[in-house]
């Protein structure tokens, strides 16, 4: 189960590094284009808000598992590690962003404030980020507690 979670969770990965991609201006926004084919383009961060908690649950519930099967291998904890550093630094990244934006529409018009409704699809997409920088620091810290074992595996003899 712990690797169905981390390949739910990639999934939100390749999204972050595409959105990000796109708001610097060196991709093509895959993920972007995608939500033109849903009726609402608040489906497409509802879908990855989703599989975050899925992918989420089902790490934390396999984890001892997954950690017991890779603990002696120093390449996958360190791919781990830093998968998920890149998961933080982007969840945190594009959730600053669009809290940034958010704040913006909402005192662009003194006296107006954005409703409630519109107000949604900002607090959807910053959910999504907080759900991905806290699978990041999960698996952050489940990658870098495999290099100390591993270290001290090393050290031992």
């Known amino acids: 189960m712990g690797i169905i979670g981390i390949v739910l969770i990639a999934c939100n990965v390749l999204a972050l590094v595409d959105l990000t991609g796109a708001v610097i201006g060196v991709s093509y926004g895959l993920v972007l284009r995608a939500s033109y084919f849903f009726p609402n383009q608040l489906i497409v961060y509802e ?8 992918g989420l649950a089902l790490y934390i519930l396999g984890r001892k598992g997954f950690l017991d099967c890779v603990k002696d291998s120093r390449a996958t904890s360190a791919l781990l590690a830093i998968f998920s550093l890149v998961l933080v630094l982007l969840s945190f990244y594009y959730g600053g962003l ?16 954005l409703t409630w409704e ?14 991905g920088f806290i699978s990041g620091l999960v698996g952050f810290i489940d990658g870098f507690t495999g290099l100390l074992h591993y270290r001290r595996l090393i050290f031992r003899f």
Not at 47 to 54: G, H, I, K, T
């Open 47 to 54: 879908l990855l808000c989703a599989s975050s908690v899925v």
């Open 98 to 113: 669009t809290n940034a934006a958010w704040q913006y529409y909402n005192t662009k018009i003194p006296g107006h404030p």
């Open 118 to 131: 519109e107000s949604v699809f900002y607090l959807v997409v910053i959910i999504w980020c907080v759900l």
